[in-house]
Nanobody, 126 residues
Framework: QVQLVESGGGLVQTGGSLRLSCAASGRTISSYAMGWFRQAPGKEREFVAGISWTGDNTDYADAVKGRFTISRDNAKNTVYMEMENLKPEDTAVYYC???????????????????WGQGTQVTVSS
């Protein structure tokens, strides 16, 4: 199995930036589609960003489009999400996820992913 460990969360002011990292171990991520999800208190876990296993395709939730960037470095077995111009509504626990696939697609649903990180808290103060 693959283990995913997230880092980079924290407390920032509105308009600030963070870079989240998801380091994989146990397996390489070269054949995994990867995604970032978030869950705020009282809300369902929602899709934020995804990247195909080839790295050629990415997609973002409308709420973060233009502000967040997902990327992957297979040599480092790590997925990143750069977050810029953060807003209070971005406050949530952020989860990294992996899906085994040979399709070149981005996956958007929680049920599409079989492996999850522990989550990292992002808090944006107003």
């Amino acid at each position: 199995q693959v283990q995913l460990v997230e880092s980079g969360g924290g407390l920032v002011q509105t308009g600030g930036s963070l870079r989240l990292s998801c380091a994989a171990s146990g397996r390489t991520i070269s054949s995994y589609a990867m995604g970032w999800f978030r869950q705020a208190p009282g809300k369902e876990r929602e899709f934020v960003a995804g990247i195909s296993w080839t790295g050629d395709n990415t997609d973002y939730a409308d709420a973060v489009k233009g502000r967040f960037t997902i990327s992957r470095d297979n040599a480092k077995n790590t997925v990143y999400m750069e977050m810029e111009n953060l807003k209070p509504e971005d406050t949530a626990v952020y989860y990294c996820a992996a899906a085994i696939t040979r399709f070149y697609s981005v996956y958007h649903q929680v049920e599409d992913y079989g492996y999850w990180g522990q989550g990292t808290q992002v808090t944006v103060s107003s």
